[in-house]
Structure formats: structure tokens, C-alpha cells
């Protein structure tokens, strides 16, 4: 029997598990996925949020601008990538003024840092590329960037290795409430544990209403990006947001925290939970949509788009609460924008909701540093001969896009929780993230994975069971 | 004398002439649209005993790879070509591999050898 | 350590160049080759139709490398296998590094750029749908099946005409594969028209032209894709979609020049073809640093990238040992009606050879028109050409001796003409 159960190793089930992992908990966090950071976690923007947008005094507001202020410390501490470039909120019409000041005063409330607004001319000085068709920005100086799959892995790996356990590939299909705990039903047998946390995102309803008759409902809400080449990550430097305008909500333009540039999301509610893909429609939306920030978006740099879920909550808050009437299954639904940002914050607070309902003694053993997988693409010439002479696969590249090597792809595989499909090496090393997608390391990276694995390369699979990159022999069947 | 016309694309070369080919009742042929005598050749092959050169792989043992590249010396029959694949299937070479080693003599009875195109040294 | 001339790639074209300059008198030559052995991208194109302008036999495409690699290894020139080149400077220094010797650098008197080029991705054609296992560049899947004699699917859908593509079809139908059909955007093939008949009509796969992949079915390996032809604006058509089971897609969708290290060292990018801009001796703006090959210009024989590494090469020999004159101005060659861009970009009298090939590729499909040639705004050739297709590379010759009488010239274009 667990102590603690957590559904879902995205990027809040792992900073609860690594925050819980201070404490002498036995806690064991479950995913239908082969890997963490499977889910939302692994297709969103990728930002930061300064927290000017919640709504005072919601936990959407505190939980924001907590873990904005959390996460510098935590980037060191993990060693993950995160850059605080700031934002701009743009408006385009001098009669929205008032929504622009509407929102300096809840950022205000709300205790972010510096926030102010910027005439036309000062904005055009940070951003000479966004339009000229608009009139004021509100600037967060505190806004930033952070790598999504940096962030959830490098609490999972830190989580790991002080001792929380990851069963992956595991569905839980059923919660049954007993004496003092809870059973789950899983596709890989029992599980007992006095306590559930239930960070499932998309799905965080379906178990919350195995316990509860106050049912909720999590729609997932479908968002449509375009990630655009190094060559023009520097076309922007702030994260650009817009106001809303009479053509709806407003997507985003941004660098990424590895100098890429990416636009999105687009918002449309749909009822498929994995509904991933993405559409014609949804794509020219957005490039439509975008233009009114930045009217010349380089779109022939696009090399990539993708589709994320947000864990939409009809009510548009965060859920962190025990379940009324289901004592120690605690909620942690709704995470949805500005979820990311807030992780650390939750974490925090969901292992404080878990002291007051089990204390339990701080571990004398705890290690709240990880040091990530060594990052040869920016590393000195120095600092290269280094490493290879620590390991020659280290001179041996196999992303040639964004130079990864032999070296970091066999970390990737080896480190606590360490990767075992292309998807999970791609998260961790950015191997296959670069202009070609992969279409020269995909091979190679199958290679290294069979090898280092003990496997057959027509084991390997992109992201877990069935998704396998070969199907047999030349000459099989004829 | 009736006169059927045939249209072809030659595949002698890369340049792939758009031949035209009239066939007399008597078999005569005529072709045009070639660049060079090969295209003629190629038009009366095609229209009465079409070949092709066959390119595969086969397997390889303790090799730095695991197959070798081959192909038919010359051209065989169009309809023998899965014949040959199929002939190739449970041919295994051992390291090392020289270009021009025979593969397999009179591949699918057609008197034609396979021989390898690829240089494997010893792993 | 230091070396006169210092390839890029040694692939065909970093192999020709090598040769000849090795053949030119130099004797400091490096190739630096990334992969594991010499001839690039030859080493799984084991088709035939290799060296007919070249060797003036069929060769396949290994065969064709060896006969190059064995040339080189003749001459004995140098070459780094496994070692990957991080970073050109202006100065002509290579920071390189392999598992045998670290990080280093190699100072070249002269540089030439071999390194090829890429495959267009899928997210590049930014085809919506699911994003499962199943979805290969033809290039992938042709080093599967038949480098390492693996297929990377049973039922083939192949979005694309381009050569590799069309290739890729027979491959994997001959080893066992059902290769159900291939789509291409554009109006005509992207690749060689004797590519069509053997490799498609050969086996009875269709080619539907005017037809793109408007979706992908599949969350973990692929099972479908819907085809859907489109119209003048290669916008899908509604209710024309087609869906094909299948579960591997492959890519054949244009190759781009890869041209990463060329960039960094400040060599000007010709926005057309990807490629260095390059004046007679294929030489780029940074002196002394030559290009030739795909990572010039997307060839469509590469009995053609021999010819022009060649020229590079020699070049590159002229250069290091000062026998080649200073670049001048040179008259601009400008491509116009339907001729999209030239190679090279300007022609210096002084510096040409007797004769001097410009190559280009067309822009659309022209049947039964003229290729001409301007000197300023006279035409002073005019070649009739029955057919000339975007998935074909053209060439005309320019004279030394007809330049030099023609004197001081604006300009010199290459136009498309009706007859």
C-alpha cells in the first residue's frame, strides 16, 4: 500500500511528486503513456506567464505568480532551460485603452513585478517587427519562457531520485474507495494507496467522478501551433500577446527558450480527448490570427506544427482541493493556462494540502539538485574536448539540425527515468527537433536506442506500444 | 497495310525521349522521337521482349552492414523481375563483399547472374 | 593542422572535386566526411542509371562512388571519416571534431563546399493530422530497405513525385511492399520521365497528379491518409477526397541545398535555389570558398555534379597555388520567362574557361518552345526544345571567344520564348 497515488506524470503530477518526494511518503506516480510529459505538457507555448490575466484572488492569480517567481530558482536547481524575456500584451485600437488598463491594474492586484504600459513608439523600439496598427502594449517584465519538456522531466528525474516511483504505461481504469485509502484498478494490476492526486489533465474529470457525485467536466481544448526555424528566432524577443479583438481571442507570438519562434494556440473545444491533430483550417486560422501582431510572419521558416489540449474547467479555474465526501483524493484539475507557469506552485501547495491531511517527517537524505544531460550544441570548444575525452561518443553527432551527439543521446537513456522511445529522446536531448524533423537522425536515434536497450530495432518505437518505426525483413512477404 | 501506333517513353537514358512507334501487320517497326539509336533498340525490345534490370539487396553476415546492394548483370524478362527478388530472398553472403561478386548464377532461369554492387568490409 | 584545399562532404560531388584537384597538382587535399564511409548519398541509391554521360555505362549508385573512392584512394588523397564540422570561420578555419582526436581545428588555404542536401519535412509541407510513427522522407526509407534491409512499412501511400520517391515505390514493392499510390501537388512530375514508366507504370502504381495529403489518420503508427485533388492554387478541392489505408507514408517532396555552414561564414545564400551565389568558377562571395553539388543546386544526374565539382575543383587548385586571377565584376546571367535561376550567377570573361555551362531548371512545363539567349537585349542563340519540365535540369554553353568579341556586356539572359 502507497502512501501516495499520483494520475498523471505531466508536468503538475511531477512537480507534486517532487515536492512530496521531501517528505518520508511512499508515493508512486502512474501514466497510460510511456514516458512523462505525454500529454498537455508536451505541446503548449511554453511560457511563463507573468500573471497580469487571472482573475484577483483566484487560485489561477496566486498560483501564477508563484511559480513565475519560483521558477528562476528552480531552473538552477534542475538545471532546465528558462529565460525571462518579458511580454507584451498589444492593443490595436485606442477605444480598447481601457481593457489595456483593466489588465495593469488586475496584474497590480494580482502582484506582478514592474508591469507597465508602453506607448506605440516604445514598443516599436523593444519590437520593430509587430505591426504598426497598434497603439499600446502592456509590458511584464517578468514574463518569460521556459522548455516544457525541460521543466516536467528534470522535476520527474529530481522526484525519481529521491525516491518516488513511476509506473508508466500504466491506465488506471477504476478508483473503488476502501477503509483508509483507495483501490485502483490499473491495465497493470492492483494498486492500494491511502491517498489520490489526481493530475490527469484531460481526464482529470473521469476520475474525479469515480469518487464524487458532484461530477465536473474537463473539455479539452484544442490549440493549433507553428513552430518556425532558429533562422527567424530572433524575429521577435518578448512574448507578444494580443488583446482580444472583434476577430476573438488573441494567439501569441514568441521566441523559444531555444531560439526558436513559435506562434499559437489556436482555442477550439472539441469532445475527442486525444484529439491531437492537427487541421488546414486551424493552421490558416492561426497564421491569420497572428498577422495582426506581426504582419510579415516567416512562414516559409515553418518546421513543424503541432496541437495541444488544454484541461479546460467550464468554470475557468484551478481545481487543488481534497473532493468532499472522498477523503484524500485531491483534485488537481482544470490545470490548464497558465498551468506551466504555476507547477511549481502547485506542487507546493498540494504537498502542504497533503501535510495537513497525513504528516509526515522531511527526508534527511533529500537532494534538490539535478544536473541536466550535458549540452554539447552549446558547450565551448573547451568544454567539448572535455567531455569527449570523458566519452568520444560525444564528438559523434546524430542530430546534425541541432547538433546532438551519440554521447547525450546514451545520457538520455541511462539517466533515472531515462528515455526509451525517439519521442523520449527527442524531450530530452532535442534530437529530431531541428529544421529536418529528424528525417536523417530518426534512423540513427533507433539505432542507439536498440543498442543501448538490448533490443531489436524493430522493437523501437516513436512514443510507446504500437508506434513501432519498422514492420519487418526486406523480402518478408513476398 | 494496316498500322497500329504505339507511344513510349524511353528509359535507355535519363532523358527519357517520348518515342512513337508504328507497327506494320507484317511486325515492322518504325521509331521515331529517339535521340539516339538506343531508343530504337529500347522500342522494339519493349513492344516484343520487354527487360529490365533488376536492383535488390541481400543479406549480409559480419559485415559493417547488414546487406549488400545487387543487381541483374544485364536485363531480364519484365515478367521474371519478382521471380528474381524471390530467388534473392535466402541468399546469404559473408563478409567481406566485393562489387562484381556473384550472387546467384542464372537467377530464376533466365541465364542471367546477380552480382553485388557494393563494396562490405569485415565488421 | 593546416591543408591547402580542405571538401566539405565526401560525397560525389566532394569526391570529383577532390580528384581534380588532386589531378590539378595540389597536393595538400582533406576530405572531411561525416558518415562512416565515402559516397554520401550514392551509398543507397542501388539503382541503376548512374554514369552515362560520365563512364558511358549503367552503372548503380554505389558502383558509380567506388569508382570515384577507388580514384581518390589512387591518388592517395587524405580523408577524415566520422568527423563532423562544427563551425567555418571567414577565415577559413574548420573547427571539426571526431571520437579519434576530440575538437580541433584546420586552417585551408581554400574551401569546397560539398555537403549536399536535405530532404523537405513534413512539418516544412505542414500537412495537418495526427502525428504517429509511419511517416518517412523517402530518403529514410530508402537507407532502411536498403542499407540495413529493414521496411519500414507494408502499405505504402507516397506523397510526391520526386525521383527518390519514385524510386522508393519499385524498392519497396519489389521487397515486398503494396505501394498503393503516388500523389504529387503540382500539375506534372517532379522527377524523370523513365523514372515514371519503370518504377510506376512498371507495376501498375498510380501517379495522381494535382493531388496532396490533406490528412493523417493514425494516433500511434499511421492508418490512412485522405488524398484530395486541388485546383490552379493547390488548394484542396471539397469532395474530392479519397481515403487510402495504409501504414507508412513516405515524402518525396523536394530537396533543400543544406547550407548551415555556408551561411555562418558569411557565403550569400541565392534565395531560389538554397545555394551559394557562385560566379564562373563556382566560387561564392567569400574568396577562396567554392561550392558544388546539391549544396549549390538540387541536380537531377549526378554525372552532372561530377562535371561541375570537377570545375571546382580545378578551381580551387588554380586558387591555392595563385594561378587563378582576382574576381572581377563579371557580367550578370540573369534567368527570366520561366527560367528561374542560373548556375552560375555571373560570368567573368577573364576567368572563364573556352566554354562555360550554365545550368538552370525551368519553372513549369514548356512543350515546343525556345531557349534563348540574350547579350544585353540582342538574342544570340535560340535552341528549340520540345520539352522542358521543372524535374529536369537544362544547360546552355557559353564561348570565351563569343563573350570577348561581344565586349562590355550589361547583362547575359536565359528566357523562355515561344516558337
Known amino acids: 500500500m502507497y502512501d501516495i497515488v499520483i494520475i498523471g506524470a505531466g508536468v503538475t503530477g511531477c512537480a507534486i511528486a517532487r515536492e512530496l518526494s521531501r517528505y518520508q511518503y511512499d508515493t508512486v506516480v502512474l501514466d497510460k503513456n510511456s514516458d512523462v510529459c505525454e500529454g498537455t505538457s508536451k505541446a503548449n507555448s511554453g511560457i511563463v506567464h507573468a500573471g497580469f490575466d487571472n482573475e484577483p484572488g483566484s487560485m489561477m492569480a496566486k498560483m501564477n505568480v508563484r511559480g513565475n517567481a519560483m521558477m528562476e530558482g528552480l531552473s538552477k536547481e534542475l538545471d532546465f532551460p528558462f529565460k525571462r524575456n518579458g511580454s507584451l500584451v498589444l492593443c490595436f485600437d485606442e477605444k480598447d485603452m481601457g481593457k489595456l488598463e483593466h489588465l495593469l491594474e488586475k496584474g497590480r492586484k494580482n502582484g506582478v513585478p514592474g508591469i507597465r504600459i508602453l506607448s506605440k513608439e516604445e514598443v516599436k523600439e523593444l519590437e520593430p517587427n509587430v505591426t504598426d496598427d497598434m497603439v499600446a502594449a502592456l509590458y511584464a517584465p517578468t514574463g518569460g519562457i521556459v522548455c516544457p519538456f525541460g521543466l516536467t522531466i528534470a522535476m520527474a528525474e529530481n522526484a525519481c531520485e529521491n525516491g518516488v516511483k513511476f509506473e508508466l504505461d500504466t491506465e488506471v481504469m477504476n478508483i473503488i474507495p476502501k477503509e483508509g485509502g483507495y483501490i485502483l484498478e490499473t491495465s497493470k494490476g492492483e494498486i492500494e494507496s491511502r491517498l489520490v492526486i489526481n493530475a490527469a489533465g484531460v481526464y482529470a474529470d473521469k476520475f474525479h467522478n469515480m469518487v464524487s457525485d458532484e461530477k465536473i467536466q474537463i473539455i479539452p481544448r484544442k490549440g493549433e501551433y507553428c513552430l518556425m526555424d532558429k533562422k527567424v528566432g530572433g524575429y521577435v524577443t518578448r512574448t507578444i500577446f494580443q488583446l482580444p479583438t472583434i476577430y476573438g481571442k488573441g494567439v501569441l507570438i514568441t521566441p523559444t527558450v531555444h531560439g526558436n519562434l513559435l506562434t499559437g494556440p489556436t482555442a477550439v473545444d472539441i469532445e475527442d480527448k486525444e484529439n491531437t491533430q492537427t487541421t488546414q483550417e486551424g493552421l490558416e486560422d492561426l497564421l491569420k490570427r497572428v498577422a495582426v501582431s506581426v504582419p510579415e510572419v516567416p512562414t516559409r521558416q515553418i518546421i513543424t506544427s503541432f496541437t495541444g489540449l488544454r484541461a479546460h474547467w467550464t468554470e475557468h479555474e484551478f481545481i487543488i482541493k481534497e473532493v468532499e465526501g472522498a477523503p484524500g483524493f485531491i483534485d488537481v484539475a482544470g490545470i490548464e493556462s497558465p498551468g506551466l507557469s504555476s507547477s511549481p506552485a502547485i506542487g507546493e501547495y498540494v504537498a502542504q494540502l497533503v501535510q495537513g491531511i497525513c504528516p509526515m517527517e522531511k527526508k534527511a537524505d533529500f537532494v534538490a539538485t539535478r544536473k541536466g544531460i550535458p549540452n554539447v550544441a552549446e558547450a565551448s570548444f573547451e568544454e567539448r574536448q572535455e567531455l569527449i575525452k570523458k566519452n568520444p561518443a560525444y564528438a559523434n553527432v546524430v542530430c546534425r539540425c541541432e547538433v546532438v551527439t551519440e554521447g547525450e543521446i546514451m545520457d538520455a537513456i541511462h539517466r533515472p527515468l531515462g528515455a526509451t522511445t525517439v519521442d523520449g529522446i527527442k524531450r530530452r536531448t532535442r534530437a529530431g527537433m531541428g529544421r529536418c524533423q529528424s528525417g536523417f537522425c530518426a534512423p540513427k536515434t533507433v539505432e542507439i536506442l536498440a543498442r543501448e536497450l538490448g533490443r531489436d530495432i524493430s522493437e523501437i518505437t516513436k512514443s510507446g506500444e504500437g508506434s513501432n518505426y519498422l514492420t519487418g525483413y526486406n523480402k518478408e512477404d513476398i | ?123 | 593542422m593546416k591543408t591547402g584545399i580542405a571538401i566539405i562532404g565526401g560525397g560525389p560531388a566532394g569526391l570529383a572535386a577532390a580528384v581534380a584537384a588532386r589531378e590539378a597538382g595540389v597536393e595538400d587535399i582533406l576530405i572531411i566526411e561525416r558518415d562512416n564511409e565515402l559516397g554520401g548519398i550514392l551509398n543507397q541509391c542501388i539503382h541503376n542509371g548512374f554514369g552515362l554521360h560520365t563512364f558511358k555505362e549503367e552503372l548503380t549508385g554505389p558502383e558509380y562512388a567506388e569508382r570515384y573512392i577507388e580514384k581518390a584512394e589512387e591518388l592517395r588523397i587524405p580523408y577524415m571519416l566520422h568527423t563532423i564540422v562544427v563551425d567555418i570561420g571567414e577565415d577559413k578555419v574548420i573547427t571539426v571534431m571526431n571520437k579519434e582526436r576530440g575538437m580541433f581545428r584546420i586552417e585551408a588555404k581554400a574551401v569546397i563546399l560539398a555537403m549536399g542536401c536535405r530532404e523537405r519535412s513534413r512539418g516544412a509541407l505542414n500537412i495537418p493530422g495526427y502525428r504517429p510513427a509511419g511517416i518517412y522522407s523517402a530518403g529514410t526509407a530508402q537507407r532502411y530497405v536498403n542499407m540495413e534491409g529493414r521496411m519500414p512499412g507494408k502499405k505504402v501511400v507516397i506523397l510526391g513525385s520526386g525521383d527518390i520517391g519514385l524510386i522508393m515505390a519499385r524498392r519497396m514493392t519489389l521487397e515486398g511492399a503494396q505501394v498503393q499510390v503516388v500523389a504529387e501537388l503540382m500539375p506534372y512530375s517532379g522527377g524523370l520521365k523513365r523514372n515514371i514508366v519503370q518504377c510506376l507504370d512498371d507495376y501498375d502504381i498510380p501517379l495522381k497528379l494535382s493531388h496532396t495529403v490533406i490528412d493523417i489518420k493514425g494516433k500511434k503508427r499511421v492508418e490512412g491518409v485522405t488524398l484530395a485533388r486541388v485546383d490552379e492554387n493547390r488548394r484542396p478541392i471539397p469532395g474530392t477526397e479519397e481515403y487510402y489505408e495504409c501504414d507508412t507514408l513516405l515524402l518525396s517532396c523536394g530537396l533543400i541545398p543544406e547550407n548551415e555552414l555556408s551561411s555562418q561564414m558569411g557565403v550569400e545564400l541565392n534565395p531560389v535555389t538554397s545555394g551559394p551565389v557562385v560566379n564562373e568558377s563556382l566560387e561564392t562571395n567569400v574568396e577562396g570558398v567554392f561550392a558544388c553539388g546539391n549544396v549549390l543546386h538540387v541536380h537531377d544526374l549526378v554525372d552532372y555534379v561530377s562535371g561541375e565539382a570537377k570545375l571546382a575543383g580545378e578551381n580551387a587548385a588554380a586558387y591555392v597555388k595563385g594561378a587563378l586571377p582576382k574576381a572581377g565584376k563579371g557580367i550578370p546571367l540573369k534567368g527570366e520567362n520561366g527560367v528561374r535561376y542560373t548556375v552560375p550567377c555571373t560570368v567573368d570573361t577573364e576567368r572563364m574557361a573556352q566554354k562555360q555551362i550554365v545550368r538552370f531548371r525551368v519553372g513549369d512545363v514548356y512543350r515546343d518552345s525556345c531557349l534563348c539567349v540574350y547579350y544585353n537585349d540582342k538574342c544570340v542563340s535560340r535552341v528549340k526544345k520540345k520539352v522542358m519540365a521543372p524535374g529536369e535540369m537544362e544547360q546552355i554553353t557559353l564561348l570565351k571567344s563569343k563573350l570577348q568579341e561581344a565586349g562590355d556586356l550589361e547583362s547575359i539572359t536565359i528566357r523562355i520564348e515561344q516558337e
Open chain 2, 1 to 123: 497495310m494496316k498500322m497500329k501506333t504505339k507511344e513510349l517513353v524511353c528509359i535507355g537514358c535519363p532523358l527519357g525521349c517520348n518515342l512513337k512507334v508504328e507497327v506494320s501487320e507484317d511486325g515492322a517497326m518504325e521509331v521515331t522521337g529517339n535521340t539516339c539509336p538506343r531508343g530504337a533498340d529500347y522500342a522494339r525490345k519493349e513492344l516484343t521482349d520487354p527487360r529490365r534490370i533488376v536492383t535488390s539487396s541481400v543479406k549480409v553476415q559480419g559485415g559493417h552492414l547488414p546487406c549488400v546492394s545487387v543487381k541483374t548483370e544485364t536485363d531480364i524478362p519484365k515478367d521474371k523481375i519478382f521471380d528474381c527478388v524471390r530467388a534473392l530472398k535466402d541468399v546469404v553472403l559473408t563478409a567481406p563483399v566485393e562489387i562484381g561478386m556473384v550472387v546467384a548464377e542464372d537467377v530464376a532461369g533466365t541465364g542471367v547472374r546477380v552480382i553485388a554492387t557494393k563494396k562490405i568490409d569485415k565488421a
